[in-house]
């Protein structure tokens, strides 16, 4: 299958990127805002598309997303300023969603925070912003759209190696997570359909993460 | 008809109270955000009630909405930053409006920006954020909610005073519009079901309210 990440060049879609390269079954396509990202994807036998989600038009990422089978979104602001995060968090990922279905996409894959809803969005404390901003494009792919979606939501992002193991679920206490887990949960979540129109938490855990995402 | 006004201390709302001073059948409920703002209600006979959208919880707000028959959202951030401009005007909105539904209430007018969608919200300029929020916030009122909703979309207010004349419809160049000819529009639209489900613009016109209110 062919798959568009968008937001490809950050951390998580980079180890996305490392474990495709033993899969013949996925075929990235990576969105990338800066030709100098290039070069990592180009050395992984990847393709890129150069595309701003924020500057450029639906229709270029419509046109981006043909005979692409899925899209994961991984694309995040990231602390660049609170104008970039609802410009990237919240409606580029509308727009995504919106270009995916001009396209005729079905399937999206959304990388969330780990806590929305009305009790976080609530709390005032620096992610506020960014948590209102992630809830409510949630919000639109789960009730605006007509995509098969499946949204994850990554505890806190580590850079320790992955383990292979992961905890999923709802409501968990929050805890950390090696990126690298989270681009092996995205993995295994295109090969297994029953995370459909699901959402879940992945933390450190003790589960092999096929055997978790089965369990969705 | 009791009618509740968030952001009842803002310019649009405050002409407002005074119109309102002459029809009997409008009565307010002015909720403001801080206790000195009550006195220019009080002196008009306008109940007050002391909430603040972004701090309390939804429960609160509709404990305030009990009896009321219609919510008119007038509040906004106005410049007090883009951190405000998505807690007022964009989640404070969907707050509003989930409080209403949850206190059975139907009618929902909302003061909008003049020009949204996504043309509005690809202008790169000082708006922008300001226009996705208030943008959002239409969207789930059209799409989210049960409510019998009407948007205005004045234009470039300005304090000039009104004329009792203006002209509404949709795509209009913009233009000025003095906040009296606006607040006088909401008083309107209170008494014409007409406009239920319907948005419209308010700019300088020579169609008298009552009329132009008839017409959409």
């Known amino acids: 299958m062919k798959v568009l990440i968008i937001g490809a060049n950050g951390k998580v879609a980079r180890y996305f990127a490392d474990f495709i390269k033993d899969d013949s079954s996925i075929e990235e396509v990576a969105m990338i805002r800066k030709s100098e990202q290039a070069s990592y994807f180009e050395e992984r036998g990847i393709k890129t598309v150069l595309l701003d989600l924020v500057k450029d038009p639906i229709e270029k990422l419509a046109a981006a997303m043909k005979e692409v089978d899925t899209v994961i979104f991984s694309a995040g602001a990231g602390g660049s300023g609170l104008d970039k995060t609802i410009l990237v968090d919240l409606d580029g990922a509308i727009k995504a969603m919106t ?9 999206f894959i959304m990388v969330s925070t780990f806590r929305t809803g009305r009790e976080a969005m609530a709390m005032e404390n620096d992610l506020q912003i960014y ?4 809830n409510y494009a949630d919000e639109w792919l789960k009730n605006r759209t007509q995509l098969d979606w499946t949204i994850v939501h990554p505890g806190i992002l580590v850079d320790t190696p992955g383990t292979g193991q992961i905890k999923v679920g709802m409501g968990n206490d929050v805890n950390e997570v090696p990126r690298q887990d989270v681009a092996q949960t995205l993995v295994s979540v295109l090969h297994h359909d029953n995370t459909i129109k699901k959402e879940f938490e992945i933390l450190s855990g003790e589960i092999a993460v096929e055997e978790a995402v089965r369990s969705v």
């Open 99 to 107: 270009a995916a279905e001009q396209a005729g996409i079905k399937r």
């Open 131 to 134: 948590t209102i901003a992630k």
